[in-house]
């Protein structure tokens, strides 16, 4: 069983930065992809960023790319999010995921994640 806990979130003024962390425990985090969704007040979660369990690719989604960067560090079992330019659209629970097969390619779907912490809250003020 894999554990993953967010850290970093809070509020922020627009234009503003935050990093979110997402440790990790468990099983080899070295071996696995990790991805950060997000889901908002009244809408679906939805893709955000990814990043393969080396760190050589990775990939955000459309409204977030050039502001938003996915990184980890395997030494420490942690993923992270700096998130520049912050918008009041990116006012969200992020969570961060894990994929269940070691080696695995990253993912934008959800279904590909098995394990997943317990989100942390974004507010962005205008």
């Known amino acids: 069983q894999v554990q993953l806990v967010e850290s970093g979130g809070g509020l922020v003024q627009a234009g503003g930065s935050l990093r979110l962390s997402c440790a990790a425990s468990?099983?080899?985090?070295?071996?696995?992809?990790m991805g950060w969704f997000r889901q908002a007040p009244g809408k679906e979660r939805e893709f955000v960023a990814t990043?393969?369990?080396?760190?050589?690719?990775?990939d955000a989604a459309g409204s977030v790319k050039g502001r938003f960067t996915i990184s980890r560090d395997n030494a420490k079992n942690t993923a992270y999010l700096q998130m520049n330019s912050l918008k009041p659209e990116d006012t969200a629970v992020y969570y961060c995921?894990?994929?269940?097969?070691?080696?695995?390619?990253?993912?934008?779907?959800?279904?590909?994640?098995?394990?997943w912490g317990q989100g942390t809250q974004v507010t962005v003020s205008s």
């Open positions: 990043i393969s369990w080396n760190g050589g690719s990775t």
């Open positions: 468990g099983r080899t985090f070295s071996r696995y992809a």
């Open positions: 995921a894990a994929r269940g097969s070691p080696y695995a390619r990253s993912s934008y779907s959800q279904g590909d994640y098995a394990y």
